[in-house]
C-alpha cells in the first residue's frame, strides 16, 4: 500500500544527521548532511572510499559524518540511514565480517562519546543524503552554504525544508 513519507526534523535546538552510501562501478563514495530542527543546512559533505560493497560503503559514510560533527563539537543527537543492517549491527554490536568490524567499532565509540543515536530512516525520507553519495563532483568536499550544494541535493533540501512528501510504494514497517 503506498504511504507518504517524509524526512522529520530533529527537536527544537537540536540536530539531525543522515547519511547515505552508493557503489557505481564496484566505486564507493558517501554522502551526508546535518540539518536544524528549522531544516537548516549546518554543514554537508561527500566523500569518494574507492572499492567496497554498500553496507560498508554506508558505515564508512556514517564514519565520516560522525567524525566530521565530532570535529565541530555536534554531540547529542540522531544519526540516520537507510540500512537497516547497518543499524542492527551498529546498535546490536551484531556479527561483522572484517575489515567492517573495525569500522562498526569506531562507530559505536564516536556515538557513545558524542551521545548519539543511530536510526533508520526510510531512502524516500532520505533524499538529500543519497544526492550527496551520488552527486560525484569533481572533488570529496564539505558544503557549508545551500548554493554549494550539488544542484539535485539543493533541490532535495528545499523539498524536505517544505515537508514535501514522497510516496513509499513498498512496505511500511512500524
Same mark, same amino acid.
Not at 564496484?26 to 531544516?39: E, I, K, M, P, Q
Not at 544526492?131 to 548554493?147: D, Y
Given at each position: 500500500?503506498?504511504?507518504?513519507?517524509?524526512w522529520? +526534523?530533529? *527537536?527544537?535546538?537540536?540536530?539531525?544527521?543522515?547519511?547515505?552510501?552508493?557503489?557505481?562501478?564496484?566505486?564507493?563514495?558517501?554522502?551526508?548532511?546535518?540539518r536544524?530542527?528549522?531544516?537548516?543546512?549546518?554543514?554537508?559533505?561527500?566523500?569518494?572510499?574507492?572499492?567496497?560493497?554498500?553496507?560498508?560503503?554506508?558505515a564508512?559514510?556514517?564514519?565520516?559524518?560522525?567524525?566530521?560533527?565530532?570535529?565541530?563539537?555536534?554531540?547529542?543527537?540522531?544519526? $540516520?540511514?537507510?540500512?537497516?543492517?547497518?543499524?542492527?549491527?551498529?546498535?546490536?554490536?551484531g *556479527?561483522?565480517?572484517?575489515?567492517?568490524?573495525?569500522?562498526?567499532r569506531?562507530i559505536q565509540?564516536l556515538?557513545?562519546?558524542?551521545?548519539?543515536?543511530?536510526?533508520?530512516?526510510?531512502?524516500?525520507?532520505?533524499?538529500?543524503?543519497?544526492?550527496?553519495?551520488c552527486?560525484? *563532483?569533481?572533488? $570529496?568536499?564539505?558544503?557549508?552554504v545551500?548554493?554549494?550544494? *550539488?544542484?539535485?541535493?539543493?533541490?532535495?533540501?528545499?523539498?524536505?525544508?517544505l515537508?514535501?512528501?514522497?510516496? +513509499?510504494?513498498?512496505?511500511?514497517?512500524?
Amino acid at each position: 500500500m503506498p504511504r507518504a513519507i517524509t524526512w522529520a +526534523r530533529p *527537536p527544537r535546538y537540536s540536530v539531525k544527521l543522515n547519511t547515505d552510501a552508493s557503489v557505481t562501478k564496484g566505486l564507493a563514495a558517501g554522502g551526508g548532511l546535518v540539518r536544524t530542527s528549522d531544516g537548516d543546512l549546518v554543514f554537508a559533505f561527500y566523500k569518494e572510499f574507492g572499492e567496497s560493497d554498500v553496507l560498508t560503503a554506508e558505515a564508512l559514510a556514517l564514519l565520516e559524518g560522525l567524525r566530521l560533527c565530532h570535529d565541530r563539537h555536534i554531540t547529542h543527537f540522531v544519526a $540516520e540511514v537507510d540500512s537497516s543492517a547497518l543499524v542492527s549491527l551498529v546498535s546490536f554490536y551484531g *556479527p561483522a565480517r572484517w575489515p567492517l568490524v573495525n569500522t562498526l567499532r569506531h562507530i559505536q565509540w564516536l556515538s557513545r562519546q558524542m551521545g548519539v543515536s543511530v536510526a533508520h530512516i526510510y531512502r524516500e525520507a532520505n533524499t538529500v543524503a543519497d544526492a550527496l553519495a551520488c552527486s560525484r *563532483p569533481q572533488q $570529496e568536499g564539505i558544503f557549508t552554504v545551500r548554493a554549494e550544494l *550539488p544542484r539535485r541535493a539543493r533541490s532535495a533540501l528545499q523539498l524536505d525544508r517544505l515537508s514535501v512528501h514522497s510516496i +513509499r510504494l513498498g512496505r511500511v514497517r512500524h
